[in-house]
């Protein structure tokens, strides 16, 4: 009967576009190329979901998405350094909260970041517009200060335009 299972693909836009959608990813571009050539750090960070495994590996599931409460969950959460061109993965055992997120961060720059570029005072995080680091998220916003004070770090952070996530360099670690 011509069927077939197919995924779907996300291609339709749900509303109107931002009118300065462009400008926004210009600025993003401009403000990477510009921490890029200062040799300071470029990451992009976003929680998760996918899983990676050996080619023709799946692994064997329950045929029922429901939670099993002995089992627990995870929450990976995935900076993705434009620098160096590398991935870490922070793993936890609870929600993906703004408090997670901004752990995850801190976790890459003291094992990874602050040996890599040990003269670095400042730091650009690009990261997609919802979730625990979305932009209108005041809980990610005073994690970040609260890191900041810590490292002593300048921080600046952009948000990519509501459903361009797909852009953030972070998804295809």
């Not at 926004?24 to 998760?48: M, R, W």
């Not at 979901?49 to 959460?77: A, C, M, Q, T």
Request: glycine content about 8%; hydrophobic content about 30%.
């Amino acid at each position: 009967m011509d069927y077939s299972r197919q995924q779907n693909q996300k291609m339709e836009q749900v509303g109107e576009p931002h009118p300065d959608r462009n400008a926004q990813f210009e600025h993003i571009n401009k403000t990477a190329a510009e921490y890029l050539e200062a040799g300071n750090p470029v990451i992009s960070v976003d929680t998760k979901k996918s899983e990676y495994r050996n080619k023709k590996d799946p692994r064997k599931v329950l045929d029922h998405d429901f939670p099993i409460e002995e089992l627990g969950k995870i929450s990976p959460y995935g900076v993705y350094n434009l620098n160096n061109n590398t991935g870490f993965v922070n793993v936890g055992t609870s929600r993906d909260t703004s408090e997670f997120a901004v752990e995850s961060i801190s976790n890459w720059w003291e094992t990874v970041g602050k040996h890599t570029f040990p003269d670095s005072g400042k730091i650009y995080i690009t990261c997609d517009s919802g979730g625990s680091n979305g932009y209108r998220v005041r809980m990610w916003k005073y994690q970040l200060q609260q890191f900041a004070n810590r490292t002593g770090l300048e921080i600046e952070v952009s948000h990519f335009p509501r459903g361009t996530s797909k852009w953030n360099k972070v998804s295809f670690i």
